[in-house]
Each structure stands twice: as structure tokens, then as C-alpha cells.
């Protein structure tokens, strides 16, 4: 017997805001579109290894403004992408210097939305340094910014450093940033500081879908998303659906949880003039 | 939701981590050598859920959690390890 709370949603879509489908197999992108994903919005990432030169982030910025895309749209999908050095490779500053010369070549790019995911990984001084030079970039072109915060034991701390560092340029509307990973111990400063907040559905670390339905119930829906986050790690790339299931077993309703996995996504990228989905 | 339908939907699936929880200790008491500043934290955090009180993962979260507000000198390593290293020696 279905259970009085679980009514059916026949029409589900949903925006999947973070996921690195560079490092996923081509089924994954069959996989979302059949389960009503709109549109994918990949950040820039490590590759699970350091890259040698800023040609290597060169080309790995060409292949997601132009392979990914195209990729996406066999299923389609619409598939934006984040600009950046990831906070894992921003212990090396001069190299840093050397992507962040080369990322306004692709601003102009269609599928565009700003830069992410920035951020800190262990909370060092150089990658500190990093991010305040990414968002002084961001300010300078009045671009979104994805942040990433660090995990496990250095999340607190880096969240509050990553506000801080935020806060500090004039130049930075917060509703423009989305501050990403967010747990219970970190999603009340994120949003109290004014920013969005994201909630990263992994079945390990981070986020499982019923405790990130716990902070939808405690703290609401506004500035709040969740996405999978998926790469070449443990990840689910339907991790926004089932949570969606998860949030029908609660008791929410379809508004509601369209609210969550579709319309607030939606409005925070539609910030980027460039952000336009695909007719249904 | 009331507390009969959370336990309806929640209950089974969290004896199953309890379970495995009190496995994990118990492997960790069997096994040889000695134990580092996680095993620390993770008796710390246990004892939090003692309390009926909202917030109990906040609190968990926290006790793993590096208190310090300064950024370090360098990173020396890319991964987290879950437990703050001085959480046996925790800041006043």
C-alpha cells in the first residue's frame, strides 16, 4: 500500500547546479534526462591529480565550454560550466596567477556562468591568497561565484574564512554567490551572511538526502539548493531525484519540492543573462 | 510529520548505523596498536547523542571540527581525515 504521504509527482524536473560530468560516463547524462533534469551547471575542478602547466587548465576549460555541451545536448540537455583553479591546486600561487590570466578569454563564452568553484580546501594562506584574487576577478566582471567550502573536520573553519574573505570586498553582492556543501554546523552562517546555500547530496561525506530534507524543514527553501556534485568519486548523479522522492516521503508537496530542485536553482543562475533553458 | 511516522520511516535504518557503530568500537578494541586522536573524537561525539535536545548533529559536527579561526602557514596534504588533530588537547 502507497503511504498516504508519498502522492505522485508525474511531472518532476529539476536542475542539476553542480556536477562534474567531465568524469562521467555518457549513460549518467542519458540517466538525468530521463529522470527530468533540465539543464547541468559544471564547476571547475581537480582532476584527481595536479596539472602541470595553466595550458592544462586551458584545455580543460575548452572541453567545458565546448565538448560538454555538445555532449549534454545529444540529450537534451542544456550544460553551463564555472571557471576556476580549484582551492586543491591554490597551494601553488604562481600558477594560480598564471589560470586566472588566461580565464577572461573564456568569459565570453555562451555557457559561461561565472567562477567556481572557488573556495578553500585545507584553509592555508595561499589558498586564501587564491580565493581573494578569484573574487577579485568575479567583482571586476560582475560574475556569479560558486564557492566550495572544505570538508570534514576543516569545513567549519573554511566556511567562515570564505565569508569573511567574501564580505571584505565591497564589490561582492552576496545573493550573486552561492556558498557551497553546506552541513547543519555551517548552513545557518551561510545564510544568515546573506548568501545561498548548497547542500551536497553524497552517500558518504557531506549530505545524505534525509538530512538535507531536515535542513529544508528547519530552515526553509529561500537561497537554499542541493545537487550531486557527482565525479570519478563516490557520487550519485540522481542524487537530486531521490531526494525528491525522500522529500514526497516527508510530506512535502510537488510545489514545494519544485520550489527546491528546479525554481531556486533557477533563479539564483538566472542572475547570468546567459543562463536560457531549453523550451519544454 | 508526527514522532510515530518519523519512527515509521527512520527508525529501521538508524538501529541498522547503531549497530554498525557499536560494531565498529568493537573492532577497533579487538585490533592490535593504538589508537589516534579520531577514536578520540568519535567517543566525544558519541557523547552528545545522550541528549533529547534539537541540534545533535550540529553538535557532532563540531566536535570533529578544527575550532582554530587563523588560516595555517601551508598545506602540507590535499585530504580531510574527519577529526580535528588537537581535538585530544582542545583550544580554551
Same mark, same amino acid.
Given at each position: 500500500?502507497v503511504?498516504?504521504?508519498l502522492?505522485?509527482n +508525474?511531472?518532476?524536473?529539476f536542475?542539476?547546479?553542480? *556536477?562534474?560530468?567531465?568524469?562521467r560516463?555518457?549513460?549518467?547524462y542519458?540517466?538525468?534526462?530521463?529522470?527530468?533534469?533540465?539543464?547541468i551547471?559544471?564547476?571547475?575542478?581537480?582532476?584527481?591529480?595536479?596539472r602541470?602547466?595553466a595550458?592544462?587548465?586551458?584545455?580543460?576549460f575548452?572541453q567545458?565550454?565546448?565538448y %560538454?555541451?555538445?555532449?549534454? *545536448?545529444?540529450f537534451?540537455?542544456?550544460?553551463?560550466?564555472?571557471?576556476?583553479i580549484?582551492? /586543491?591546486?591554490?597551494?601553488?600561487?604562481?600558477?594560480?596567477?598564471?589560470?586566472?590570466a588566461i #580565464?577572461p578569454?573564456f568569459?565570453d =563564452?555562451?555557457? &559561461?556562468?561565472g567562477l567556481?568553484e572557488?573556495?578553500l580546501?585545507?584553509n592555508?594562506?595561499?589558498?586564501? /591568497?587564491v580565493? %581573494?584574487m578569484?573574487?577579485?576577478?568575479?567583482?571586476?566582471? @560582475?560574475?556569479l #561565484?560558486l564557492a566550495?567550502t572544505?570538508?570534514? %573536520?576543516?569545513?567549519?573553519?573554511?566556511?567562515q574564512?570564505?565569508?569573511? *574573505?567574501l564580505?571584505n570586498?565591497p564589490?561582492? @553582492? +552576496?545573493?550573486?554567490v #552561492?556558498?557551497?556543501? &553546506?552541513?547543519?554546523?555551517?548552513?545557518?552562517?551561510v545564510?544568515d551572511a546573506g548568501?545561498?546555500?548548497?547542500?551536497?547530496?553524497?552517500?558518504?561525506?557531506?549530505?545524505t538526502s534525509?538530512?538535507a530534507?531536515d535542513?529544508? $524543514?528547519?530552515y526553509?527553501? $529561500?537561497?537554499?539548493?542541493? @545537487?550531486?556534485a557527482?565525479?570519478?568519486?563516490?557520487s550519485v548523479?540522481?542524487a #537530486? +531525484?531521490?531526494t525528491?522522492?525522500?522529500? =514526497?516521503? =516527508?510530506?512535502?508537496?510537488a510545489?514545494?519540492i519544485d520550489?527546491?530542485i528546479?525554481?531556486? +536553482?533557477k533563479?539564483?543562475?538566472?542572475?547570468?543573462?546567459?543562463?536560457?533553458?531549453?523550451?519544454? | 510529520m508526527?514522532?510515530?511516522?518519523?519512527?515509521?520511516?527512520?527508525?529501521l535504518?538508524?538501529?541498522?548505523?547503531?549497530?554498525?557503530?557499536?560494531?565498529f568500537?568493537?573492532?577497533?578494541?579487538?585490533?592490535?596498536g593504538?589508537?589516534?586522536f579520531?577514536?578520540?573524537?568519535?567517543r566525544?561525539?558519541l557523547?552528545?547523542?545522550?541528549g533529547?535536545?534539537?541540534?545533535?548533529a550540529?553538535?557532532?559536527?563540531?566536535?570533529?571540527?578544527?575550532p582554530?579561526?587563523? !588560516?595555517i !602557514?601551508?598545506?602540507?596534504t590535499?585530504?580531510?581525515c574527519?577529526?580535528?588533530?588537537?581535538v585530544?588537547n !582542545?583550544? !580554551?
Amino acid at each position: 500500500m502507497v503511504s498516504p504521504t508519498l502522492s505522485h509527482n +508525474p511531472y518532476m524536473r529539476f536542475i542539476e547546479p553542480h *556536477a562534474h560530468m567531465v568524469s562521467r560516463v555518457t549513460d549518467d547524462y542519458r540517466d538525468m534526462a530521463a529522470a527530468g533534469c533540465a539543464a547541468i551547471c559544471e564547476p571547475a575542478f581537480w582532476a584527481g591529480f595536479d596539472r602541470s602547466s595553466a595550458q592544462g587548465f586551458h584545455d580543460y576549460f575548452a572541453q567545458i565550454t565546448e565538448y %560538454e555541451p555538445r555532449r549534454a *545536448a545529444k540529450f537534451g540537455l542544456a550544460h553551463f560550466c564555472w571557471l576556476c583553479i580549484n582551492p /586543491k591546486e591554490s597551494e601553488n600561487v604562481e600558477l594560480a596567477q598564471e589560470v586566472l590570466a588566461i #580565464i577572461p578569454q573564456f568569459l565570453d =563564452r555562451p555557457t &559561461v556562468l561565472g567562477l567556481g568553484e572557488i573556495g578553500l580546501n585545507k584553509n592555508s594562506r595561499n589558498e586564501l /591568497k587564491v580565493l %581573494e584574487m578569484h573574487i577579485d576577478l568575479a567583482a571586476k566582471h @560582475n560574475l556569479l #561565484i560558486l564557492a566550495h567550502t572544505p570538508h570534514l %573536520e576543516d569545513k567549519r573553519k573554511g566556511t567562515q574564512l570564505t565569508i569573511d *574573505a567574501l564580505k571584505n570586498n565591497p564589490g561582492i @553582492n +552576496p545573493t550573486r554567490v #552561492i556558498i557551497d556543501h &553546506v552541513e547543519e554546523h555551517t548552513v545557518g552562517m551561510v545564510l544568515d551572511a546573506g548568501f545561498w546555500a548548497g547542500m551536497t547530496l553524497y552517500p558518504g561525506t557531506k549530505c545524505t538526502s534525509s538530512r538535507a530534507v531536515d535542513m529544508i $524543514e528547519k530552515y526553509g527553501s $529561500e537561497r537554499l539548493w542541493m @545537487n550531486s556534485a557527482c565525479d570519478w568519486g563516490d557520487s550519485v548523479p540522481l542524487a #537530486i +531525484p531521490y531526494t525528491a522522492l525522500e522529500m =514526497r516521503k =516527508r510530506g512535502h508537496s510537488a510545489a514545494q519540492i519544485d520550489r527546491m530542485i528546479y525554481q531556486n +536553482p533557477k533563479d539564483f543562475l538566472s542572475q547570468c543573462p546567459k543562463f536560457n533553458l531549453p523550451q519544454p | 510529520m508526527t514522532k510515530q511516522e518519523i519512527l515509521d520511516l527512520y527508525f529501521l535504518d538508524a538501529r541498522h548505523k547503531l549497530v554498525e557503530i557499536a560494531a565498529f568500537l568493537d573492532r577497533v578494541e579487538r585490533a592490535k596498536g593504538s589508537a589516534d586522536f579520531r577514536l578520540e573524537a568519535f567517543r566525544i561525539a558519541l557523547g552528545e547523542l545522550t541528549g533529547t535536545e534539537v541540534g545533535l548533529a550540529n553538535k557532532v559536527l563540531v566536535v570533529f571540527s578544527d575550532p582554530t579561526s587563523e !588560516p595555517i !602557514p601551508v598545506a602540507t596534504t590535499k585530504s580531510a581525515c574527519g577529526a580535528w588533530h588537537g581535538v585530544t588537547n !582542545p583550544l !580554551p
